[in-house]
């Protein structure tokens, strides 16, 4: 089975020490990405860390697939403890680090320990540099990358940073890379900042020989000839549709349609779209850099989530507002779904929806921890009795877009997920709309046959964060071209996905997490015996909790 190579590295930024761990055995057995750094986190992270302590480590890891030039490719993971969440969390960035850091010839970076001065982390192939960078404290995410570039010569390519919000701890603070791509759920942001590291960079020319199959070629191809509505408006040109079937969160959860979706859908986006930009060796080139000459204001999307959430949720009918919203984000290193969830939050109950100049206020306040802003940087979970709103999370993170309460196996899903309410945890959604790439979609009313998909689905999407490969490959990575290219069968894949699974349950279990917390603020029909068909198939116990045995090597915290 094809999977990624090299030791790991672990850097203690508070003495300022390296070290190097042979890792064949885990590569060998978890592929790369999400299923390397989950084995190393469940392994080596004490049980009881606190998110924003010393003894919580992040984990950066690529897989085989970063040593091609196929599209799809461009990816890589981090993993953590969630100080949002509470749980063991993995995040995915596009870009165009991944292959800078494969040319180090590591595997995964551990970072652990905290440093007592702001610091810059260099990685390279020859050995670790820590840079202190007192200048840079209250810097944004350009002005960071603004630095490295004039000071070492690295473009943002070779950087993941963090802007204010991840400084002060804000616990959907997002690691921004190539300046505009986000590690954002779930607010590593906030791990980095409590470790004193304002960036890490990687650099090398140590590149890993990974032989990739021919059958690359093929899916390059197809990226690069097929004629894809994403290629012209990202994830943005599913905003009608899911208006339509009444899937769009609006006005903090309180309604499904928009009626003024017409201003923030995909075709407005794609109006606002001045040039082509993509990930890595990617072909597909779905990116959407924008520009309002009008207001001055130039960002990279907003995607379909951030419509959402700085969008139809916040009252938002104006495609430039959102756009700017999701500029300040990434500005000031913020998850923008949870950013936006949290501000229509705090709209909802001043009742001041559609408020754009509030918006922005607080887009502000959350970054530094002002004022209100400290408390809503907490996140809706912690906050939400204090402004009298209704707790839209599971397990501390807030929903995405496509809602459950239409789309009912996305509701089970974003119950099971280990990470919380997030969408691309199976992407269930892509088959409850009303087509699938032409095809018929499943029934989305009702949960009959969903657990047995949901596993499959999260499975499968573990396997791409293993591999890594871009979710919005799902049309030309189909499980024959899968096997051609990791050289095993199909099964044996997901097998591994399930792995990866059952170990971040396994590891959030013993923070406190059992089926209490598999709940929505929302009925679903038979949500109780979906529930439980889900848990026996995985073969976890009936209150969730997965047996020891799923769990094949002891547990060393140290």
Known sequence: MLHAEGPLLTVDVGDRS????????????????????????????????????AANRLYFATGPMQSSTMSFTGRMNCTGISPLTGGLLSSNAGG??????????????????????????????????????????????????????????????????????GENRVRFASIMTSES??????????????????????????????????????????????????????????????????ALPTRYFSELQFEGVEGINGDRVEEKKFKKATCSSCA??????????????????????????FGSNAGVDDIVDVMQSNELCDRYGLDSITCGNVVSAYLASEGEFGNTELIFEMVEKIAHREGVGDLLAEGIDRFHQELGVENWTVKGLDFAAHDGRTLNGQGLS?????????????????????????????????LEGKPEMVIEQENARALEDCGIICRFSRSFMTPERLEGLFSTDYETLLAVGSKVVDLERHFNNHRGVDREDDALPYSLPNFEAALDEYYERRGWTDEGTVPSGHVDTAVSAD
């Open 18 to 53: 390296t070290e190097t761990t042979d890792i064949d055995e885990i590569n060998e057995t978890f592929i790369g990405g999400r299923g390397v750094a989950t084995r190393l986190a469940h392994d080596r992270l004490p049980f009881d860390a606190d998110p924003l302590g």
């Open 414 to 446: 974003y119950a099971t997920a280990t990470r919380g309410a997030d969408h691309m945890f199976t992407t269930m959604y892509a088959w409850e709309y009303p087509l699938v790439d032409g095809e018929e979609a499943y029934d989305p009313t009702g």
């Open 181 to 246: 791509r986000a590690f954002g759920r779930g607010g590593l942001g906030a791990v980095l900042g409590a470790k004193g590291v304002k960036a890490i960079t990687f650099d090398g020319d140590s590149s890993p020989e990974i032989e990739i199959p021919p059958i690359q070629t093929d899916v390059h191809r197809d990226a690069a000839t097929a004629d894809h509505i994403m290629k012209r408006q990202g994830t943005t040109s599913v905003t009608e549709l899911a208006n339509e079937v009444s």
């Open 284 to 309: 597909f080139a779905c990116k959407l850099p924008t520009k309002d000459e009008e207001r001055g204001v130039e960002t990279e999307g907003p995607e379909f989530e951030t419509v959402m959430s």
């Open 96 to 165: 165009f680090m991944s292959r800078n850091f494969a040319a180090t010839g590591y595997s995964a970076v551990e970072l652990v320990g905290a440093s007592d001065e702001l610091v810059v982390v260099h990685v390279t192939d020859t050995g670790v540099e820590f840079e202190p960078v007192p200048d840079l404290a209250g810097a944004t995410v350009p002005e960071t990358v603004e630095y490295i570039e004039t000071e070492h010569g690295m473009e943002s390519e070779h950087v993941a940073c963090i802007g204010p919000g």
